[in-house]
């Protein structure tokens, strides 16, 4: 069941927030776990497609080699979870470049770090996951909707709006005596490089061409010759 009219209008405004507020670009990062994949199986969601048609631009569904890891421990239940993870792009972690993996919610906490510099939205299924991103401004969280057979992306929280609000107010704010004497320096600066342009100089009318031309004589009559008889 695909998602209404209204409600993609609702996801649409609040990726857009996302992207305004906190950087987000396309193509989107999106980040899963274990748990997400195995609700999608359950749920029959084909998340190679119905991902991009939620955030409604390019995608770039990515899993780290410790979530792999961590759903491969999981046993026999998340064989397919592991399968269908296996199909997207693996990312480097730092935990990879140490060779000391860890679980799947740790190396996602990890990346996400205080404030999501990866802007990564995150498909996960980990409700504990879940409460501490919910936590962190700009951390977008996408959902297996468990009532449809699709995916939902949450409303922004309390505290991404606040950030969002803060980052607004920010940019409204009249710039400080230091500031604003650097930017007139450095507009000095581009303007000293820009070479002034020449203006051509009109030519007036050539003297000569204004000259009266001289009227010529015209020329004698011919003589006339007389014929001997």
Do not use: W
């Given at each position: ?222 003589k006339k010759t007389t014929t001997k008889k």
């Open positions: 069941m695909g998602i209404s009219a209204k409600k993609q209008k609702i996801i649409r405004k609040t990726v857009h927030s996302y992207c305004v507020g906190f950087g987000f670009r396309p193509p989107y990062q999106v980040l899963l776990d274990g748990e997400f994949c195995r609700a999608a199986l359950e749920k029959q969601v084909y998340v190679k497609d119905a991902i991009p048609d939620l955030l409604g631009g390019l995608t770039r569904i990515v899993v780290t080699e410790c979530i792999l890891q961590d759903i491969k421990s999981k046993g026999h239940d998340y064989t397919s979870a592991l399968v269908l993870a296996k199909k997207f792009e693996t990312r480097k972690c730092p935990h990879q470049k140490e060779k000391k993996l860890v679980s799947a919610s740790e190396c996602i906490k990890d990346l996400v770090s205080t404030n999501n510099p990866e802007h990564f939205f995150l498909a996960i299924g980990d409700n504990q996951l879940k409460n501490a991103m919910r936590k962190i401004p700009g951390v977008p969280i996408v959902i297996v909707n468990t009532r449809k057979k699709g995916v939902g992306l949450e409303e922004m929280t309390a505290r991404s709006k606040q950030a969002l609000k803060e980052r607004e107010e920010e940019k409204m704010k009249p710039l400080d005596k230091e500031t604003a004497r650097l930017k007139r320096k450095l507009e000095e600066e581009e303007n000293k490089d820009k070479k002034p342009i020449k203006k051509k100089k009109v030519k007036g009318v050539n003297p000569l061409a204004m000259k009266k031309k001289k009227k010529k004589n015209p020329p004698p009559p011919p």
